[in-house]
């Protein structure tokens, strides 16, 4: 089973330091990283940049199109308002069906603003009791969001790249 995950870091460089951690870690075999993505939103910036870990090819990538879907969600369409409402619920809702749920995007919405940065990452096999403290220093909050196998396979098939 997977699990998505938002780590969330008080400044814009916290995430690219957890990106070193969660390599070293994955090394260390406490944890296998699918996937994933950083976003870096510093202080006065109007958006955030987002980076792919393009590292990360294989059996478990979710690949662009999938980041690019979830980032336009959570980053630019409350910007956009009510001119595209109905394909951003539209698009909420095939993301419910994959374990992403509302609540999972209004609160990573609501947390991750300038001045912060996130990892976000498609995870399996983390030893939890190992991971979380490996982040301690730089003062994450996780946000987590357990995919069953069926949602992750169906997360896999509508962002699948062509």
Known sequence: MATLTVWK???AEGAHKALVTAENLQKQQLIKMLDGAVVSWPEGAKKPRTTQMHNLTGVGALGGAFWGMLFGLLFLMPLLGAAIGA???????SLSDVGIDDEFIKEVRDKVTPGTSALFALTSGAVLDKVEPAFAELRPELIR???????????REAFAEE
Do not use: K
């Not at 969001?145 to 997360?155: A, F």
């Open 145 to 155: 969001s357990n995919l069953s196998e069926e949602q992750e396979q169906r997360l």
């Open 9 to 11: 870091f008080p400044d």
């Open 87 to 93: 394909a951003s619920g539209a698009l909420a809702g």
